[in-house]
């Protein structure tokens, strides 16, 4: 089984672009608190880099800005690729399949949101943020 549940804060606003075969694809990192404190008392967080497709990378792309606070359920993905110094790179990422609204954030006109942030009805209520198999490219 491979499932992965975050929940954190984006730390700059998604990049969003689009295919050759025009479907959208979403890359963001998600800054994910530790659940324990360093040895000098203060907080950790990793960083982890996190890609959606489709309607689900265009909401994300439509509604969320940089420290939008966000939890996501996904898939753990790892690839590689040659790099243009020949030598071989690996990526680590999380294949998104569900995206929730959560907290306060920042709009992308830069005005805060107040509340629970925008929920699934708020966008489109016939939407559903969760990707289908037909979603990726592969």
Do not use: H
């Not at 530790?34 to 792309?61: L, P, V």
């Not at 040659?82 to 907290?103: A, C, H, L, M, Y």
């Not at 629970?116 to 490219?137: E, H, K």
Request: some cysteine; overall charge neutral; aromatic content about 8%.
């Amino acid at each position: 089984m491979n499932r992965v549940i975050l929940v954190g804060r984006l730390t700059k606003s998604p990049d969003v672009k689009n295919t050759t075969t025009g479907k959208a694809v979403a890359n963001f990192t998600l800054a994910v608190d530790r659940r324990f404190k360093n040895k000098d008392g203060q907080k950790e967080a990793d960083f982890i880099n996190c890609q959606a497709w489709g309607k689900t990378a265009e909401i994300i792309g439509q509604y969320t800005a940089k420290g939008s606070q966000a939890g996501i359920v996904g898939r753990l993905q790892v690839r590689s690729y040659d790099g243009t110094d020949g030598q071989r790179k690996w990526v680590t990422e999380v294949i998104v399949d569900e995206f929730n609204f959560i907290g306060t954030g920042k709009k992308s006109d830069g005005q805060q949101n107040q509340g629970q942030g925008v929920s699934v009805t708020d966008i489109d209520a016939d939407f559903s943020l969760m990707a289908d198999d037909d979603d990726f490219p592969w």
